[in-house]
């Protein structure tokens, strides 16, 4: 491509020159123009975050930041002076690059970061000579099958305490922030002309570093093979801020031991939430003569060979975040239907149909909304969506870790939910009945959807929090679910009451961002 980040830094600097409706867009070399991800001075400065209510901290001044040098002080005028006069006279283009990268957002790159990891270790393991598939090792992650497999459960967990650990740490690094109120260093000293635009938000602790240190905590759990890839981008993400000159080094140091010890209390609950034994196998044998016991004359069965064990069966008992355990099983969807009942069969006919004459369209939503390996599933979608709506509402840092925060707590609820209700039930998936699919082949119960289930969970919260794009984000949910029965996946049963599932989850995380006292 051609389009590099120095062009993206220019954009940066010349794009307050167009007015309000004035756009930079670059073109790549294959004809695919894309809106480049600029910084922005947010449109509220959400003064009284520091007062927001956090997920797992008990308050936003559970750790303490000390206070930082007066602005007189000469160790402070040191750093003011340096930023000047030796590190800003003498960048390179690499560090222009990186500012121009991270000045998109903090929470937004590192969203993204996590992301293109979930999309890289989305890699079913190959069964062995032995016909038998062996489970990633996270004490030898860089083994193959790699650690972590990030299928649609797993990739919404990381995402989850990735965005909780962003928004407890920014909401802790704002109470501080109006405590001590220390102005940026181009306030403090006029002669400094940034390379970012500078709100009036206080500089200490700096928000990036918040952020660089608490996602540099979770990822690292999450992805403990990409430690080298995460180390340089937690330093990067650090340097590209004084680069700037809109944070000296001592901003840095307290926002990087604020995050990290935000996101130590943060990585404390993710140990104990019951991921561990999300595959117990042993469990199996008990679910199906369960679901058996409930009426489900077929249960699923794998159409692999050799026949692979059912993905995450026990995932369904991991800690939810909005909602507790009876609440779960009070809203688990009702039983589905009976392979050969009449609402089956009409269903199966459906899919039939679908099988013979798929229309252009039909193919073009079931590859679109895919998002199987070698993607960053579901979740990851659903967690872009979010990001550019925030991106493009020009949200304050705090705000758009809120609102992922919200989003991805509701995809996590929606994946354990989903999970429960599939292993409750255990239905046969279309495939038993000699239906083939392109868009490949889940290795786990039919009833519910999980596309289903996550988009709307997620669609819900965005079209809380976005109400001018509710019905936008309806249809997306919609044409996700739909997408399951054009890829000859699921029965249409799997994807109505899947959404009406999501849809339900995604409420309990509005009610608990409407009392999380933010105003929004």
């Not at 993206?8 to 294959?30: E, Q, R, Y």
């Not at 598939?133 to 967990?157: C, E, G, H, Q, S």
Request: glycine content about 6%; some cysteine; overall charge positive.
């Amino acid at each position: 491509m051609k389009n590099t980040y120095k062009n993206i830094l220019k954009a940066i600097i010349i794009a307050p020159l167009l007015g309000a409706g004035g756009a930079v867009v670059l073109s790549c070399d294959k004809t695919v123009t894309e809106p480049l991800k600029e910084a922005y001075v947010p449109t509220k400065l959400d003064e009284n975050a520091g007062t927001w209510k956090p997920y797992i901290l008990t308050s936003s001044s559970e750790v303490a930041v000390a206070a930082p040098k007066a602005a007189s002080d000469a160790a402070y005028l040191k750093e003011l002076d340096s930023l000047k006069n030796k590190i800003m006279p003498v960048l390179t283009p690499a560090n222009k690059d990186a500012i121009a990268y991270w000045g998109a957002g903090a929470v937004y790159r590192w969203n993204e970061i996590a992301r293109e990891l979930a999309a890289r270790y989305n890699i079913p393991p190959a069964s062995n000579a032995e016909g038998k598939y062996p489970v990633p090792d996270a004490a030898n992650p860089l083994a193959d099958p790699k650690f972590p497999f990030a299928n649609p459960p797993y990739t919404a967990r990381a995402l989850a305490y990735l965005s909780v650990a962003q928004y407890d740490a920014l909401v802790s690094a704002w109470n501080y922030k109006y405590k001590y109120n220390r102005k940026a260093p181009s306030k403090n000293d006029a002669t400094i002309s940034t390379l970012l635009p500078v709100s009036d938000l206080p500089s200490y602790p700096s928000e990036d570093a918040v952020v660089a240190a608490a996602s540099y905590t979770i990822l690292v759990a999450m992805f403990p093979g990409e430690v080298p890839f995460l180390d340089a981008k937690l330093a990067e993400a650090k340097n590209a801020r004084v680069w700037a000159g809109v944070n000296v080094p001592s901003d840095i140091t307290a926002g990087d031991a604020l995050g990290k010890a935000v996101a130590a209390k943060v990585m404390a609950k993710a140990r104990v939430d019951g991921m561990s034994a999300s595959n117990n196998q042993t469990l199996v044998a008990g679910q199906i003569e369960a679901a058996k016991s409930r009426g489900i004359k077929d249960t699923w069965v794998s159409q692999e060979i050799p026949a692979r064990p059912p993905m995450l069966p026990n995932y369904g008992s991991v800690a939810t975040w909005n909602f507790d355990r009876k609440t779960l099983e009070s809203i688990r969807p009702k039983m589905p239907y009976v392979v050969g009942s009449a609402e089956w069969q009409k269903e199966f006919e459906e899919l039939e149909k679908i099988n013979k004459s798929q229309t252009r369209e039909q193919a073009r939503i079931a590859n679109y909304w895919a998002d199987g390996a070698g993607s960053y599933t579901p979740p990851g979608h659903w967690s872009r969506e979010a990001a550019n709506l925030c991106h493009e509402n020009k949200f304050s840092e705090v705000a758009t870790a809120r609102t992922m925060a919200l989003v991805s707590t509701a995809l996590m609820d929606a994946g354990i939910a989903c999970w429960e209700t599939k292993y409750y039930y255990y239905t046969p998936r279309p495939q038993q009945f000699g239906l083939k699919t392109s868009v490949g082949l889940p290795n786990f119960p039919s009833y519910t959807s999980g596309h289903s289930t996550f988009s709307a969970a997620a669609a819900t919260v965005l079209g809380s929090v976005f109400p001018s794009k509710a019905a936008e984000m309806t249809a997306k949910a919609k044409e996700a679910s739909e997408s399951r029965i054009y890829g000859l996946i699921h029965f249409r049963v799997d994807c109505e009451l899947g959404l009406v599932h999501g849809a339900k989850i995604g409420e309990y995380a509005i009610a608990r961002g409407k009392a999380d006292g933010s105003g929004y």
